[in-house]
Nanobody, 122 residues
Framework: VQLVEFGGGLVQAGESLRLSCQASGRTADIDRMGWYRQAPGEQRELVATISNAGSTNYADSVKGRFTISRDNAKNIVWLQMNSLKPEDTAVYYC?????????????????WGQGTQVTVSS
């Protein structure tokens, strides 16, 4: 599985930005996709996830401002970010989770994009 992000950039506080992530390869194996972010000096943190069925989960800090969506047929996941704040500044990473069931049991695999910079100025 390969993931490529698009859409980062520099915006002012209060503005909007939409990130896209295109998945390729064995995309049929992907069950959950999501976005994580990492600010300088901080650990990578979850922003939002979405399952194959469309169930979503958001970090408290972005609830009501960010929306994650997905097109399973096109293997794309988006993150619509509204009312951006300076504290949203970070490198945003697309994530894909794959679960594989074999005779030995269940194995989990995590795939990451290269990251895209989002900078929000005050």
């Amino acid at each position: 599985v390969q993931l490529v992000e698009f859409g980062g950039g520099l915006v002012q506080a209060g503005e909007s930005l939409r990130l896209s992530c295109q998945a390729s390869g064995r995309t049929a194996d992907i069950d959950r996709m999501g976005w994580y972010r990492q600010a300088p000096g901080e650990q990578r943190e979850l922003v939002a996830t979405i399952s194959n069925a469309g169930s979503t989960n958001y970090a408290d800090s972005v609830k009501g401002r960010f929306t994650i969506s997905r097109d399973n047929a096109k293997n794309i996941v988006w993150l619509q970010m509204n009312s951006l704040k300076p504290e949203d500044t970070a490198v945003y990473y697309c994530h894909g989770h794959v679960t594989v069931f074999t005779i030995e049991g269940r194995s989990n695999f995590d795939y990451w994009g290269q990251g895209t910079q989002v900078t929000v100025s005050s």
